[in-house]
């Protein structure tokens, strides 16, 4: 069983920085997407940043140039460097992997964790 578990949340003051991480653990799986997603007070679930198995990236506008996907393949754990926050970033933040164990296909939530920008 594939699980996904986030840290790294916490307070921070608009124009500050936090890094995110998505620790996926399991047997025998890989993940072909991984993708942030956010959920702010009020608001749907977002897309906020996506990296493919293949290494390409994707942000939405409302983060490019802010904020920084990457992964650490051996550690099977996926970052969202999070920079230059903003109060409107504060948001419950989902990481949600697309993958495979054998010929089984999985898709998989964490359990988020919660972003607050605040002075």
């Known amino acids: 069983q594939v699980q996904l578990v986030e840290s790294g949340g916490g307070l921070v003051q608009p124009g500050g920085s936090l890094r995110l991480s998505c620790a996926a653990t399991g047997s025998r799986f890989s993940i072909d997407v991984l993708d942030w997603y956010r959920q702010g007070p009020g608001k749907e679930r977002e897309l906020v940043a996506r990296?493919?198995?293949?290494?390409?990236?994707y942000y939405a506008d409302f983060v490019k140039g802010r904020f920084t996907i990457s992964r650490d393949s051996a550690k099977n754990t996926v970052y969202l460097q999070m920079n230059s926050l903003k109060p409107e970033d504060t948001a419950v933040y989902y990481c949600?992997?697309?993958?495979?164990?054998?010929?089984?296909?999985?898709?998989?939530w964490g359990q988020g964790t919660q972003v607050t920008v605040s002075s």
């Open positions: 949600n992997a697309l993958g495979s164990t054998g010929l089984v296909k999985f898709g998989r």
């Open positions: 990296i493919t198995s293949g290494g390409n990236m």
